[in-house]
């Protein structure tokens, strides 16, 4: 199973989430934040933070001119 709690799984994971709500024409903006090492863990972790509200986009993407 992959880990998505890494820098590398963490950057997997907001690229689908990205992708997921841009074909649904929806534009969502996913960060990485590296919290350090995390003792229950017994290593680091980074989270995927969103501006996502209760896991919905908040906003549409604009349609291009043409």
Known sequence: MADLCNRDGADRLAAKIQEFWR???FD???EMRDE???STMRSSRTDVRSDMI???PTRQLVAEAG
Do not use: I, P, W
Request: hydrophobic residues 50%; proline residues 0%.
């Open 28 to 30: 969502v903006v996913v």
């Open 54 to 56: 209760n896991g919905m």
């Open 23 to 25: 074909k649904r024409g």
């Open 36 to 38: 350090g090492f995390v």
